[in-house]
């Protein structure tokens, strides 16, 4: 890739993330769930700020924001639905829209579903997306706004990005999506193969994000609604992939 990329857990589960251009010292924050590890990590790498950039309103990926541009002056972009519940914000976006770092474009991608207005980032020649609560590392955000049928239509935007590019999501659940996601298909041997290789990333406290798209792809029972084994497992052979979608999150709801 051409921007670096760094990730940085905080709080106890979050993850935010910085993209570095190296050619014009450009750097955005994506995220922003405390101040600390975040200016931490700028400080040790000696990069500058320049902007935030938000994908959804909630508390644990913005409460870092105030602090962050004090001690930066960085600008605050995020999605033009939640100017209303995000920090004041120095440009609106909708889908379609573009942001640059160093030489670099981003496209917003509107995820609607864990919340209404939530949105990605996708930068193309790096090969990376940020996607948050959307598509998580083994499987999804919750539906605290958004219908199924708006989450399966934001994963099938996320599902059509080349299957290289990195899945950078916003919290270290992946253990726990994978268990549930065997409960769906007990027999994928890719899933088998990456539940093992994510406790033993556990068990040393590696972060197991980003994640592949095409790993994302083989394993994550949120992305594989459409399958035909999957669908006959469920007793759902002749439903849609959006019906076999919201079937799939509202067992993960009680699981
Ligand atoms: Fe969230
Ligand atoms: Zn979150």
Redesign the pocket.
């Given at each position: 890739m051409t921007l670096e990329l760094v990730t940085i857990p905080c709080l106890k589960d979050?993850y935010a993330y910085l993209l570095h251009d190296a050619a014009s010292g450009e750097t955005a924050l994506i995220d922003a769930p405390e101040a600390g590890p975040i200016l931490a990590e700028l400080k040790a790498r000696r990069w500058r700020l320049d902007q935030i950039l938000l994908t959804h309103h909630?508390w644990?990926?913005i409460d870092g924001v105030g602090e962050i541009v004090e001690a930066t002056s960085a600008e605050i972009l995020g999605a033009a639905a939640d100017a209303h519940r995000l920090p004041p914000l120095t440009r609106a976006l909708v889908e379609a829209d573009t942001v640059k770092i160093g030489r670099e474009t981003g496209y917003v991608i509107d995820v609607s579903g864990h919340t209404v207005g939530h949105i990605a980032f996708y930068f193309p020649v790096s090969g990376v997306a940020f996607t948050?609560?959307s598509l998580m590392a083994g499987g999804c955000?919750r539906l605290f706004e958004g219908t199924p049928a708006q989450m399966w239509d934001s994963l099938s935007k996320l599902r059509q990005l080349p299957p290289e590019t990195l899945i950078c999501s916003?919290?270290e659940y992946t253990a726990s999506n994978l268990r549930f996601a065997a409960t769906i298909e007990p027999d994928n041997a890719a899933l088998t193969a990456r539940i093992a290789r994510v406790s033993k990333a556990r068990a040393e406290n590696r972060a197991t994000v980003p994640s592949r798209l095409s790993g994302e792809l083989a394993t994550n029972p949120f992305l594989r609604a459409g399958e035909p084994h999957i669908k006959a497992s469920l007793g759902m052979a002749d439903a849609t992939d959006a019906e076999v979608f919201a079937e799939i999150r509202a067992r993960k709801d009680n699981f």
């Open positions: 979050n909630h644990d990926h948050a609560d955000g916003g919290h």
